[in-house]
């Protein structure tokens, strides 16, 4: 069974975590069962980018992301060559490290 490192993150996961996920849940449903409440305003649906995270290790085990996803990543905080966002990447049989970024483009939540 696949693991996902979450590196610590101030507010969502300080102390980071290793979390066991199944092939084919997506990166977001893994924080979310795994009490990292993690930013998703659009309910998991591709359309804005508050779930981006940034894949450390394993970014290439991952299915090529969609033409909507890139076009939602492009108005993503920190943007970077291994950003997805987390409700779109699917696990599969590798290992991942995962980094969620300090900032989204949802103001209310910064604040």
């Known amino acids: 069974m696949p693991k996902i490192v979450f590196l610590p993150h101030s507010d969502l996961c300080p102390d980071g975590a290793v979390v066991e996920a199944q092939e084919g849940e997506s990166i977001l449903n893994v924080a979310l069962r795994s009490g990292i409440e993690l930013e998703h305003a659009c309910e998991k649906s591709c359309a804005c980018t508050t779930c981006h995270c940034i894949v450390r290790e394993g970014f290439d085990s ?50």
């Open 62 to 111: 991952l299915e090529e992301s969609s033409e909507l996803e890139d076009d939602m990543l492009d108005k993503a905080w920190g943007l970077e060559p291994e950003s997805r966002l987390s409700c779109q990447a699917l696990v599969t049989d590798e290992d991942l490290v995962v980094e969620i970024p300090r900032y989204t483009i949802n103001h209310a939540r910064e604040h």
